[in-house]
């Protein structure tokens, strides 16, 4: 890529909404759906952007510092901002080593990469990067045996925190990749390959990566199995019966901080804090999995009171801006994610495109901060919002145990115009893209 190139995106790219229009443009459309879109009608996915704006801030100019401090803590890392990645799947679609891409940037913006369990990278091949500090995503499988071996991979690569995704045990209805027939390997129609003299830039860089493609965590060496054979199998893994004593179990097992992802009832968080957990993540799987759930933004204050100091919190979903941070800490998050954000920049710079986002952000939190009168991180507080009164669920009720025996108790996200794509008269291919293995979260 001539540097020339690289300051037209960078210059266009001026906000992380600007930045998902460029990824729009470069990436093929079935790739940047499998990116951008969420389950059913996707409400909550749009919401998850929107809430932000239904909270207004109160600054308080006067008393603020000439330059701001980002910097925190959480768990016991030092961060340069209160942003991590969080995992997504699949990254190596949309930039050749796209894992270690995201990885190496994310260690420069000093933060943590959060590898996912469908990453293409195997958790080995990106600890031989040395790019750190990393934390490894896991599910609860059907097969305990296989919980316990991944964290203890984890470990054995040096993997840091160990995240349990707790809402994806069923695949959600991701109603875009139903559309374009998205399956791993990617396919392209008839209409995609037409399309695909405006993306050949990604077609270019990606030709000796597509190949490679694959679910590196799970691929078993010498066993013959093709991508399609061990999508398939990766899709009957995980546990939708599984309870609290699976997560007990897993705190036993695993040293290092444990993180619950897809939080979003408090009685979940005293639940998870009972037994153990370190931090949660407040997280709609970014409106991926249940369309019709609460916002993150929104259920975070009740997850933060039945936290109350106990654990980390950490916000996953919606953030797109730098007042979004400053919204999200001020309702009691120690840090947010950015996930799309992050992926958006690696399709359109892969290293330096992450790189963008991230400071993008800062700038921006930097921004918000000044005009807001808040010196660093620690200031930020409730009295900088004016929250609505809410109506909030049910009260956490005492945890039924802390062992594990308790019963389970610019523009903000635009929508894809629904036209102009592979939509409408063309019949959707479910069957097709069920068979193939629409797979696992990704
Ligand atoms: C393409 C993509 C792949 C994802 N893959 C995973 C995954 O493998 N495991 C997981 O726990 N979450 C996964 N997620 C969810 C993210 O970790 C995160 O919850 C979400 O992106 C946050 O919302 P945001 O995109 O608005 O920041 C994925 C998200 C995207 C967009």
Request: proline share 7%.
């Amino acid at each position: 890529m001539t540097s020339e190139r690289v300051s037209g995106w960078r210059r266009r790219a001026y906000n992380i909404a600007a930045l998902r229009a460029e990824a729009r443009r470069v990436l093929p459309r079935a790739v940047f759906d499998f990116v951008d879109g969420g389950a059913g009608d996707e409400h909550t996915l749009r919401e998850n952007v929107s809430a932000f704006d239904a909270v207004p801030l109160y600054p308080r100019p006067i008393g603020g510092a000439e330059s701001r401090d980002l910097s925190t803590t959480l768990l016991g890392h030092p961060l340069s901002l209160p942003l991590i990645v969080p995992p997504t799947g699949l990254a190596g679609l949309l930039w050749p080593e796209g894992e270690a891409a995201s990885a190496r940037a994310t260690a420069a913006a000093g933060s943590i990469y959060c590898l996912s369990h469908g990453s293409v990278f195997s958790m080995e091949a990106l600890a031989q990067t040395g790019a750190a500090p990393r934390w490894m995503q896991t599910y609860i499988y059907r097969d305990r045996g296989l919980t316990r071996e991944t964290a203890a991979r984890a470990a054995e690569a040096g993997y840091e925190g160990l995240i349990v995704t707790i809402d994806t045990q069923l695949l959600g209805n991701r109603e875009r990749d139903i559309r374009n027939g998205f399956v791993i390997p990617p396919r392209l129609s008839a209409g995609e390959v037409a399309r695909m003299a405006f993306k050949l830039g990604w077609l270019w860089r990606m030709r000796n990566a597509i190949p490679d493609i694959t679910f590196g965590n799970y691929r078993r060496p010498g066993s013959g199995e093709d991508l399609t054979a061990l999508a398939q199998r990766m899709l009957t893994l995980t546990d939708p019966g599984m309870q609290w004593r699976d997560i007990a179990d897993l705190r036993a097992a695993w040293k290092g901080p444990l993180l619950l992802k897809g939080v979003l009832h408090p009685a979940d968080a005293a639940e998870a804090v009972a037994n153990g957990v370190d931090g949660v993540m407040v997280s709609n799987h970014g409106g991926r999995q249940l369309d019709g759930v609460a916002s993150a933004f929104e259920a975070l204050p009740a997850v933060a009171d039945a936290v109350a100091g106990r654990a980390a919190v950490i916000l996953d979903g919606g953030i797109r801006r730098g007042v979004h941070i400053v919204k999200a800490l001020a309702s009691g998050a120690d840090c947010c994610t950015i996930g799309r954000a992050q992926l958006w920049g690696l399709a359109v710079g892969g290293e330096a495109g992450v790189a963008h986002a991230f400071d993008i952000l800062r700038r921006e939190l930097d921004l918000a901060m000044g005009l807001c009168g808040l010196a660093d991180v620690a200031a930020i507080g409730p009295e900088v919002l004016a929250r609505p009164p809410r109506a909030a669920p049910p009260p956490p009720e005492a945890p039924a145990s802390g062992n594990g025996a308790g019963e389970g108790a610019g523009d903000s996200v635009e929508r894809v115009p629904e036209t102009g794509g592979p939509a409408g008269p063309e019949p959707t291919r479910y069957g097709d893209w069920e068979r193939k293995g629409r797979a696992i979260d990704f």
